[in-house]
């Protein structure tokens, strides 16, 4: 017998060897198909399936909403129920805060984080709440009264909320003396 593999044995086995490579070649260039679907469609779940066409994929603005306020001046004497008005506006991302009105309007549906700090100026209080449309949330005890420093108090809450809900702040009780400029902020984002 001769002892060489017989010819067809040979094509057989490159047939073999070359299948196998060409599966090889498929599976993997069908793995990193499968990887750029999944990214894509992690893209359109980041983004509640939303196009946002005035922004490029790559701008960090891509389908966020997050605002970061102060105001610019001390606030003092404000009538109780009054909206806290923020005038500057450091971050605006998704255009929810108006700086006019110092109320926030949910540009989408979600579960949005708000958080805002209050310094009392010596001796004063400025007690605030924060309202969902009208109803109550939550509330911070700002208050130096017959203490001989300033005070700060901070507040935060999670919240559901619709397209066009609106967050505000407002004086609670005896908004006698906010100190402004960046020592009172109030801030937010969609989770
Ligand atoms: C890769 O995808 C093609 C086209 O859908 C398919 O014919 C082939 O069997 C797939 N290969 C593997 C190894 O899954
Ligand atoms: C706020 O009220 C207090 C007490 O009535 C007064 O002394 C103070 O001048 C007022 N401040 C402003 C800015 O109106």
Known sequence: MNSFPHPIVIAILTSILTSGGSCHKSCSGNASLMKSIQYQLKLVEDNDGKCDCNHSPSSQSFGKVGFQVFNSK????????????????????????DKSTGVFTAPVVGLYYFTWTVLAYVGKSFYTQLKLNDVVVAKNHAGAGGISAH??????????MKKNDKASIRIHRGGVFMIGDKWSTFSGYKI
């Open 74 to 97: 001390n606030l003092q004497n404000i009538s109780n129920g009054a909206v806290v008005v923020y005038d500057t506006v450091t971050t605006n991302l998704g255009g929810g805060y």
């Open 151 to 160: 005070m700060p108090s901070s507040q935060s809450a999670v919240l559901q």
